[in-house]
Every structure is written in structure tokens, then in C-alpha cells.
């Protein structure tokens, strides 16, 4: 069964940097097949796509509100994909998942298929 | 950007009952890539539905979800105990990803 676990949650200063990771389980096989995104969720609000990577190429796409400030990469050899958000201020802190996209049948889109437990960053001084 | 507005912002029902969530996109959305998601406090989202209509692995019969042009709906025929929870679409279809802010299904 495929699963993805994150890194432990983080206290960060404002201006700091942070890296967070996501480690897949259970299908590593084909783990360069899949895109991995990156969501956020702030405190009692909803959800927020930040962007994703192509586990295989490595091809990155941000959201424009991120874009600079966020970076995604991966490790094949780990199964993992790393967050990094540079710059941190009080609007970083949020809870952050990682979010596998799910293939169907003849490569169709099947939405965040599997989601990583989550990680809190707080950002205080 | 495509907009996802979802409403209404607080359903209150009772077990058994049918629940009716609606999100309606600003624009349309290419090869119907829209997801329903649902949420427990302190979890992480769990799909239900993608591609407007089609069940994620796993999920029970009473989840479906419909579509007519910009508008899509997700349905719980008859809601269970566990089914409280607040519930999020997401279209996948046009970059950027977006999310609708969600609608809370509580105990009334």
C-alpha cells in the first residue's frame, strides 16, 4: 500500500529558510512515473496549491504566488521530494502536505491521490 | 485563475440525511479534472471523487459527484457518523491548481 511521510514539524524565525520532505512508501518502483505536489493549509482556513515536481525529469511548476520564494526538488535514489520556502515571514506558518498525483487508465489525472500526513511550520520571533 | 465557489459555507444535517455541496468554477474546466476532498480536523485531505464524477479507490457508494457546464456537485445519499467533516473541490485542469474554500458538514 502506497503511503507518503514528512519530516516533523518546524519552528522557524522570520527570514529563515525551511525544508520540509516527503518520502514515498509502497510504490517506489515506479516512483519516477508520478508528479508530486505541494499544498498549504493556514490555520483554521483551507487549502492551497503551491506547486509540483515531475518525480522522474524533475520539471518544476510554482504558483505565481510562490515563485522565487519556494523551491522543489527531489531525490530518486530516496523516493523523497524536499520544500524548501526561503524568506519566511508570520504568513508562512501553515501546515504543509505533500500530495502524490494519482494515473488512471491510459495516464488520466486522477487528482492528489495520496497525501502526506503533513508538516507544521510556525514562523516566530 | 480559475475561481471554485463553493457553497453553502455550513451545512447542518442529520445522520441519514442526503447532503447536497455545490462548487461552481468561473470558467470552465478542461477533461472535467475536478476532485472532491474530504477533511477531519487534524488529518490530511482523503479523495473522493476526480474527474467530476468518478470514485477514488476505496470510497463508499453514498459519495458521488456530478457535473453540468461550470457547475459540479457532490452528493452523500444518506450521511454516516463519520461523514462530518468539511469537504473541498480542486480543479486540476488549468494551471494554477485551485482549491474552493470549502464546506463544513456538521451535526445539527
Known amino acids: 500500500q502506497a503511503y507518503l511521510v514528512q519530516s516533523g514539524a518546524e519552528v522557524k524565525k522570520p527570514g529563515a529558510s525551511v525544508k520540509v520532505s516527503c518520502k514515498a512508501f509502497?510504490?517506489?518502483?515506479?516512483?519516477?512515473?508520478?508528479?508530486m505536489h505541494w499544498v498549504r493549509q493556514a490555520p483554521g482556513q483551507g487549502l492551497e496549491w503551491m506547486g509540483w515536481i515531475s518525480a522522474g525529469k524533475g520539471y518544476t511548476k510554482y504558483a505565481q504566488k510562490f515563485q522565487g520564494r519556494v523551491t522543489i526538488t527531489r531525490d530518486t535514489s530516496a523516493n523523497t521530494v524536499y520544500m524548501e520556502v526561503s524568506s519566511l515571514r508570520s504568513e508562512d506558518t501553515a501546515t504543509y502536505f505533500c500530495?502524490?498525483?494519482?494515473?488512471?487508465?491510459?495516464?488520466?489525472?486522477?487528482?492528489?491521490?495520496?497525501w502526506g500526513q503533513g508538516t507544521m511550520v510556525t514562523v516566530a520571533s | 485563475e480559475v475561481v471554485l465557489t463553493q457553497s453553502p459555507g455550513t451545512l447542518s444535517l442529520s445522520p441519514g440525511e442526503r447532503a447536497t455541496l455545490s462548487c461552481r468554477a468561473s470558467?470552465?474546466?478542461?477533461?472535467?479534472?475536478l476532485a472532491w476532498y474530504q477533511q477531519k480536523s487534524g488529518q490530511a485531505p482523503r479523495l473522493l471523487i476526480h474527474?467530476?464524477?468518478r470514485r477514488a479507490t476505496g470510497i463508499p457508494g453514498r459519495f458521488s459527484g456530478s457535473e453540468s457546464g461550470t457547475d459540479f456537485t457532490l452528493t452523500i445519499s444518506s450521511l454516516e457518523p463519520e461523514d462530518f467533516a468539511v469537504y473541498y473541490c480542486h480543479q486540476y485542469g488549468n494551471s494554477p491548481l485551485t482549491f474552493g474554500g470549502g464546506t463544513k458538514v456538521e451535526i445539527k
Open positions: 500530495a502524490r498525483n494519482g494515473l488512471g487508465a491510459g495516464g488520466r489525472d486522477d487528482g492528489f491521490d495520496i
Open positions: 474527474t467530476g464524477s
Open positions: 470558467q470552465n474546466i478542461i477533461n472535467s479534472q
Open positions: 509502497g510504490y517506489t518502483f515506479n516512483f519516477n512515473t508520478y508528479t
